[in-house]
C-alpha cells in the first residue's frame, strides 16, 4: 500500500513540474494546427452529407458533431501564446490579438453553436441538423473572414 501511495505522490509531482512548465510558442502553434485540422477532419464529412454529396448517415452525424463540440471548447489554448508563432508558419493574423475581445466573442460563437450541433444532431431530425451544421460552419466563416490568412 506504501509503494501505491508513493508512486501516486511521484506521479503527482512529475504532473504538477509539467503543468508549470513554460510552453514554447511552435508547440502552441501546433497544437492550435491540430485542433483546427481534426474540426476541419470532421466538418467535411458533414458538409457533403448537408449537401447530398454523400449518403445521410445521422449515426455519423452525431458523432462527428460531438467531436467537433469537444474540440470547440478547446481551439482557445491555442491561441494563448499571442501572435509570437515559434518560427512555425500559420494562417492567424496579428489581429487577433489585437482585437482580443472580438476574436473571443466569435469563439465563445463557435462554441455556442457546436454545443447546439450536438444537441440537434442528437435529436435525429434530419432537418434541424443541416440548419444547425449550416449555423455553425457560418461561425466557422466569420472568424476565418477576419483573423484567419488566405
Known amino acids: 500500500m506504501k509503494r501505491v501511495l508513493a508512486v501516486a505522490a511521484l506521479f503527482g509531482c512529475v504532473v504538477c513540474a509539467r503543468a508549470g ?3 514554447k510558442a511552435a508547440d502552441v502553434v501546433h497544437y492550435r494546427q491540430s485542433v483546427m485540422d481534426l ?6 464529412p458533414l458538409a457533403a452529407m448537408t449537401k447530398g454529396k454523400t ?5 455519423e452525424f452525431a458523432m462527428r458533431a460531438e467531436r467537433i463540440k469537444s474540440l470547440s471548447t478547446q481551439a482557445i489554448d491555442g491561441f494563448a501564446n499571442g501572435p509570437a508563432n515559434g518560427g512555425v508558419e500559420t494562417d492567424a493574423k496579428t489581429d487577433i490579438w489585437n482585437d ?3 476574436f473571443h466573442a466569435k469563439l ?7 454545443k447546439m450541433l450536438d444537441e440537434t444532431a442528437r435529436g435525429g431530425d434530419e ?3 443541416k440548419e444547425q451544421f449550416h449555423k455553425t460552419a457560418d461561425t466557422c466563416k466569420a472568424c476565418h473572414d477576419k483573423y484567419k490568412a488566405s
Open 100 to 102: 482580443l475581445t472580438d
Open 55 to 59: 449518403a445521410w448517415d445521422a449515426k
Open 127 to 129: 432537418a434541424k441538423m
Open 39 to 44: 474540426i476541419g477532419w470532421n466538418f467535411g
Open 21 to 23: 512548465a513554460p510552453v
Open 108 to 114: 465563445d460563437d463557435f462554441v455556442n453553436e457546436a
